[in-house]
């Protein structure tokens, strides 16, 4: 399930310090297919209900995951009489690869024990949160240094090879959305610096695959207008509404119409400087 195409190369410069891997020790990464890194090596683990385990433990991490719930994730209705025993043996294979004290037993649970910035998903969470908080004060340079470091982290769909239980699913549901989120607050940093020209090849890669995301569409007219093409702009509310009444038998939203309004009152306001 993908929910964006990749930001180009100048959207994506090197993100600094804050958004690097941890050096040396055990990596997971879940912004992509199922990824575990120790050191420079990286380990494949070919059982899908192998990669369904680190994933939900992943996504727990630190915290205890009860043995039940994991046997609902792995084989939800279809659970054999050799599910625990089965379970058992994953585990015990993890624990090879990853050190005895790595998956901790706590009565009827298991526990990943690992730093959390060891997770890919983890460090794009925090810095995309910290991009929203420069965001917010105005600091939009800051704001697009921290949202291109998140993005940077994703190596496509998350957890595209991981067959999705119900927890997992959730999980890479409302990550995916993060990632269209931090997409938004990159272009509207980017749209505050004046870099309307630089930023449209991705806005249109954005609104081709969501297209009726009505702030990714309010992105693409207003970089439209201030790059002198007017005409586009209003057309890409056009190709909203056309959308929306077809779809679901609405009209764009208060926030987008408006701003339609004022592309076709000639608004200067709407351009910078």
Not at 102 to 125: K, Q
Not at 197 to 210: D, F, S, T
Not at 223 to 233: I, K, S, T, V, Y
Request: charged share 25%.
């Amino acid at each position: 399930m993908s929910v964006m195409s990749p930001p180009s190369p100048r959207l994506l410069a090197p993100p600094g310090p804050t958004g690097a891997e941890p050096s040396g020790g055990t990596r997971f990464g879940l912004l992509g297919p199922l990824q575990l890194r120790c050191g420079e090596r990286e380990i494949e683990l070919s059982a899908a209900k192998q990669r369904a385990l680190l994933a939900l433990l992943a996504i727990n991490v630190n915290r205890p995951v009860q043995v039940d719930r994991i046997i609902a994730e792995l084989w939800q209705a279809d659970e054999p009489e050799s599910a625990r025993k089965t379970l058992q043996g994953y585990v015990w294979r993890l624990r090879g690869l990853l050190g005895k004290g790595a998956v901790r037993t706590t009565g009827s649970a298991y526990t990943l024990l690992t730093e959390a910035g060891s997770i890919d998903a983890v460090r794009f969470e925090t810095l995309a949160e910290s991009g929203r908080a420069a965001l917010r004060t105005g600091d939009h340079g800051q704001a697009g240094r921290l949202l291109r470091g998140a993005l940077e982290l994703w190596r496509g769909p998350a957890l595209v090879d991981v067959p999705l239980g119900p927890s997992v699913f959730g999980y890479v549901s409302r990550l995916e959305e993060a990632r269209v989120l931090a997409a938004e607050g990159l272009v509207e940093a980017e749209l505050a610096l004046g870099r309307h020209a630089e930023v449209l090849p991705v806005l249109r890669g954005l609104v081709a695959e969501h297209p009726l995301r009505e702030r990714l569409r309010s992105q693409l007219m207003l970089a439209l207008l201030r790059d002198g093409r007017q005409a586009e702009a209003l057309a890409a509310y056009g190709e909203l509404r056309d959308l929306l009444i077809e779809d679901q038998g609405l009209d764009p939203g208060r926030a987008v119409t408006e701003l339609h309004r004022r592309i076709l009152a000639g608004d200067p306001t709407l351009h910078l400087g």
